[in-house]
């Protein structure tokens, strides 16, 4: 069984938090390495890094906004902020893409550069380590939640491994080759740039299809339509229709019961179906139960 809503989204916000201090860490490290070790690709991975910073932030507050209760002006809940975030920090990963080609591009421009230092190499190959272990701990945490925000800030780390990985070949191809492949740091980073854009254009499209109320997976429907039935004086579930708010759901139903039941007694079972509903599949957030007659005989 999942966990309950507020221990999920504490998880996710630990998650968030640690992925801030890392990065602004790497940051610091990888532009100061890039300066002063004369590598192009280095300096762009840092560029990454402050990109990823800033998408945590926005994590952050996509997640803590997304778990505001409903009010006056959004009966429905905040649970939009998080695919909103989601779709932001994907916009963020392109542009931060766009950058490092740039920049990287301008560099081959160049006649002559300098050669990188050894020792980036040796601070790229930690970054790339340190960056797995953490896409693999915020992964866990997005799973644990089925927040698409958390699986976009996952992605943000495993797009700085990938970025720091090409860098240490095009740096190693640079050292290896000498000053004729010295240019090598920089075709790293264009490669780099392009993965990290795919990444980002992979990751708008659940964010996207989130925005627009498509329909939770075949499982969760099968599981809230178990749960419903399972309440005494149900019929039959005749519709529903569930559509994911940030890490909740949202659920529209059609029921059918006894005909010659009176209101009264419908309205009970509407209620204990969705209290049951709701404690069966924690993450359900509200159930709206249309009441139908029953047209087969019982």
Not at 80 to 106: D, H, T, Y
Not at 126 to 144: H, T
Request: aromatic residues 6%; hydrophobic residues 50%.
């Amino acid at each position: 069984m999942r966990d309950e809503p507020k221990a999920r989204l504490n998880r996710g916000l630990r998650a968030t938090f640690v992925g801030m201090a890392v990065n602004a860490l790497l940051t610091a490290i990888k532009f100061t390495a890039g300066v002063f070790g004369h590598s192009n690709a280095l300096i762009a991975d840092a560029t990454e890094s402050l990109s990823d910073m800033f998408s945590s932030i926005i994590v952050w507050r996509g997640l803590v906004v997304a778990a505001e209760p409903a009010d006056h002006e959004h009966p429905y809940g905040h649970g939009k902020a998080e695919p909103l975030a989601a779709a932001f920090v994907a916009g963020m990963l392109m542009v931060a893409a766009g950058f490092i080609a740039f920049r990287s591009a301008n560099q081959l421009t160049l006649e002559s550069r300098e050669l990188p230092h050894a020792f980036t190499l040796y601070v790229l190959l930690g970054v790339v380590l340190i960056k797995e272990l953490m896409y693999r701990f915020v992964v866990r945490e997005a799973n644990s939640m089925e927040s698409i925000t958390l699986y976009s800030d996952a992605a943000h780390h495993r797009s700085d491994a990938i970025t720091s990985l090409a860098a240490a070949v095009g740096i190693t191809v640079a050292l290896i080759g000498g000053p004729r492949f010295a240019k090598a740091d920089d075709i790293a980073a264009i490669v780099a740039a392009c993965i990290i854009a795919f990444n980002g254009l992979k990751l708008l499209r659940p964010a996207v299809n989130e925005l627009m109320d498509t329909s939770a997976s075949r499982a969760t429907v099968h599981q809230i339509e178990q749960a419903a039935a399972e309440v005494e004086g149900v019929h039959k579930i005749e519709k529903c229709l569930v559509r994911k708010s940030g890490y909740l759901y949202l659920v529209d139903m059609h029921m059918e019961v006894d005909p010659q039941m009176t209101v009264a007694n419908a309205h009970i079972i509407a209620h204990q179906v969705k209290d049951h509903v709701r404690r069966k599949v924690p993450e359900v957030s509200d159930v709206l139960i249309h009441i139908e007659p029953s047209v087969h005989e019982h």
